[in-house]
């Protein structure tokens, strides 16, 4: 079944494919306006969202189609102790995809292990997050391009589930990769182990400094420390506000750097930065609706069966 769990199911071609289609949806929305009129997308959101529950919503509307949603946990049957097994085995009855968030790592595979039709992960906790991957690669390809790419990707890379995702990706495009953390929020060890075997090894430094790596940047992917998912709020308290950049920051960097976040931000980059020809996070932001047009077109028009 087309479940999207992680994006190390996608080479380079699936890629290329689902940004193809955005890019043709983004030119002319009104050609696939009516497209995918009746068709219902289910929503469960288990933890907070403002641009992937939104967007996927405009996305499934902008198709002709409509959403399903849970809504909150606290205002479902979740609260009256449901397992996630059932909730999703339900919840395929009323839809023809589902689109999952939850703060536990594994529960989108977990999950799709009980049901028939596609389920796309909206993020398991500091797991994945591969339809923020696709947004964040069409971005990529609009501003910097994909080829010959030299990416610094900062701040949480521990917790960061769109920084996981979106370093295997990367992988397919041969990208030079740059980490830039405190040593505490380094990329998990299976991340690191998953890239070298990904053979993208070479590719692949780690830094504690921006400093040594902003000049050679034509990406520089800020990403905010996640601080729910610290085990111990003191742990938190030691890293909060490092990792910040402001236009002073952006001196050494090329002219033509683009910086991205998969945002919410917190204080990680200056509002000085936002209406200069650096930022890309609105724009990132708003071609999550395209691209997850083109992802629910492509799984919807295949009838949930995978072409493999
Ligand atoms: N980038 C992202 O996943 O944002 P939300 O948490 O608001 O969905």
Redesign the pocket.
């Known amino acids: 079944h087309d479940h999207l769990i992680t994006s190390k199911q996608l080479s380079r071609a699936d890629v290329e494919t689902v940004l193809d289609r955005a890019a043709e949806i983004d030119a002319d929305p009104s050609a696939v306006a009516d497209r995918h009129a009746g068709s219902l997308l289910g929503l469960l959101f288990f933890e ?6 939104m967007s996927f919503e405009a996305a499934m509307k902008r198709l002709g189609g409509d959403v399903v949603d849970m809504g909150s946990v606290e205002s479902s049957s979740v609260k009256k102790g449901e397992t996630l097994a059932d909730t999703v085995r339900v919840i395929e009855g009323y839809a023809d995809a589902l689109v999952l968030r939850h703060p536990k790592q594994g529960a989108a595979t977990m999950a799709s292990e009980f049901v028939d039709v596609p389920l796309l992960n909206a ?1 398991d906790g500091a797991g994945h ?1 591969p339809t ?1 991957t696709l947004l964040d690669l069409y971005t990529i390809r609009e501003n910097a391009g994909l080829e010959d790419l030299t990416v610094g990707i900062m701040g949480d890379l521990k917790y960061g589930r ?1 920084v996981h995702s979106l370093a295997h990706a990367l992988t397919n495009f041969d990208a030079r990769q740059h980490f830039v953390s405190p040593e505490s929020l380094r990329l998990p060890r299976e991340v690191v182990y998953d890239l070298h075997q990904a053979g993208n090894g070479a590719g692949i430094r780690e830094h504690e400094s921006l400093e040594e790596v902003l000049p050679s940047l034509d990406v520089l992917y800020v990403t905010r420390i996640q601080r729910e998912r610290f085990p111990d709020e003191n742990e938190y308290q030691k890293v909060a506000g490092e990792y910040q950049i402001d236009l002073e920051t952006l001196e050494a960097a090329d002219d033509d750097l683009t910086v991205m976040h ?3 931000r917190v204080d990680e980059i200056a509002p000085e930065i936002d209406d200069t020809e650096y930022a890309a996070y609105f724009e990132q932001a708003h071609n999550g609706v395209p691209v997850r047009m083109a992802l629910l077109d492509l799984l919807l028009s295949n009838g949930g069966e995978t072409d493999e």
């Open positions: 907070p969202s403002t641009r992937t529950k993020g997050h923020q769109t998969p945002l919410p």
